[in-house]
């Protein structure tokens, strides 16, 4: 049996079941399941706001589009995010017209504070954070930064679906302005593809909420449920997009929550493994290792000197590692920003995907560790 590095378990019997409510009721886009969901999250993160849409990336894009709008950014404004991170978190500061500037990385592989004071200009208006790997690394710190220097900012939490701090959801925190999950398909909490964006302020959420559905100032499902015989009329606000989130992925999304925390207990007793079987390794670095907090542990990363070579070892096991990232300012793109974060360059050269999800026996984790320590010594 080979072992994949990311792989969604689903509660298949009672995703069905949810689903076939959707198709029994003939509501399967927008509402219904999409409104229980976003009820659901906001219960189980404390967020006050969430809006259910069809990926992290339309998210990120909204939560730049929203606070541009809302803020008077010019186009040029910058935006400081991590080079260390998928290609949709700079990708957002471009999509409004806005210069992504990169910070480095601590030994979180997060932003690290005082990289992004350096960072900062008199056209800086927000920094981009990822918690990577569902870590908060120094958060607490960018908040305060961002608050002194009167920048926005947005949380990527795409994986950080049940990471909690003394109990408390990160995205949640006061000084974080907009927080975006990922439910795509290998995420903690997977469905097919699909987000939630969590605002702190009421009005960015109700603005958001239009944004997200073509400019339209009252939904379909809201229309269909509310009285009278205006149901029909509706305006147009912005030119907005369709990132709606729909019925069926939340169904999926709905029953996937439940096991949350559950999947994530035993993503740390998987990581805890590992920590105990490369700790005595003086040639392997663990990224975040004895980390405090209750962590979602999305990935498990290990610094490694050869990772090419670890990489085809292990798939002559038929264990299949992965690389979450690559310097971003390794792409085309973003080369612009070459040389300006060494310690995210160096890394992301030796870093390591270690496989870790529910499928994943203590056996197999225990032979993972034994093929890397044999190999790499
Ligand atoms: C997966 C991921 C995204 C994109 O999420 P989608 O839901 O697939 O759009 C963005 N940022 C990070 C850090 C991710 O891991």
Redesign the pocket.
């Known amino acids: 049996m080979s072992i994949q590095v990311l792989k969604p378990k689903f509660e298949i019997d009672e995703c069905l079941e949810k689903v076939r409510e959707c198709l029994e009721k003939g509501w399967t886009g927008m509402g219904f399941k999409t409104v229980e969901f976003e009820e659901a999250w906001k219960k189980y993160t404390g967020h006050p706001h969430a809006y259910y849409i069809n990926?992290?990336?339309?998210g990120?894009h909204l939560a730049v589009k929203i606070l541009k709008l809302q803020n008077g950014w010019q186009d040029g404004d910058e935006i400081i995010t991590t080079p260390i991170?998928?290609v949709?978190?700079p990708h957002s500061i471009l999509y409004e017209n806005l210069h992504a500037v990169f910070a480095d990385v601590d030994e979180y592989l997060c932003l690290d504070p005082v990289d992004v004071e350096k960072k900062i200009t008199n056209k800086t208006k927000a920094v981009i954070f990822?918690g990577?790997g569902g870590r908060v690394g120094r958060l607490e710190e960018i908040v305060a930064l961002c608050k002194k220097h009167g920048l926005k900012l947005i949380l990527?939490a795409?994986?950080m679906s049940g990471t909690r701090v003394n109990g408390v959801t990160p995205g949640a925190w006061d000084g974080v302005d907009v927080t975006v999950y990922?439910?795509?398909a290998v995420?903690n909490l997977p469905t097919g593809?699909?987000?939630m964006i969590c605002f702190a302020d009421a009005e960015n959420d109700s603005i958001c909420r239009k944004m997200a559905w073509l400019g339209i100032n009252k939904d379909t499902y809201a229309r269909t449920t509310s009285q009278g015989s205006y149901k029909w009329k509706y305006d147009v606000d912005y030119v907005g997009y369709k990132y709606n989130g729909n019925a069926i992925m939340a169904a999926i999304g709905l029953v996937q929550l439940n096991y949350l925390d559950r999947d994530n207990a035993r993503r740390r007793e998987i990581v805890a493994r590992y920590n105990k079987g490369f700790e005595k390794n003086a040639k392997i670095q663990i990224v975040g290792a004895n980390y405090p907090d209750e962590c979602s542990y999305?990935i498990y990363e290990l610094v490694v000197p050869d990772r090419e070579a670890l990489l085809a070892e292990l798939a002559t096991h038929e264990i299949y590692g992965g690389v979450?990232y690559r310097d971003n300012t390794e792409y085309s793109m973003y080369r612009y920003a070459q040389g300006t974060c060494p310690h995210a360059h160096k890394v992301s050269q030796h870093l390591i995907t270690m496989p870790l999800h529910m499928w994943l026996s203590d056996e197999e984790v225990d032979e993972i560790i034994r093929v890397v320590n044999n190999f790499v010594k």
């Open positions: 990926s992290d990336t339309v990120l991170t998928f949709s978190t990822v990577y990527d795409a994986h990922s439910y795509q995420k593809d699909s987000g999305h979450h």
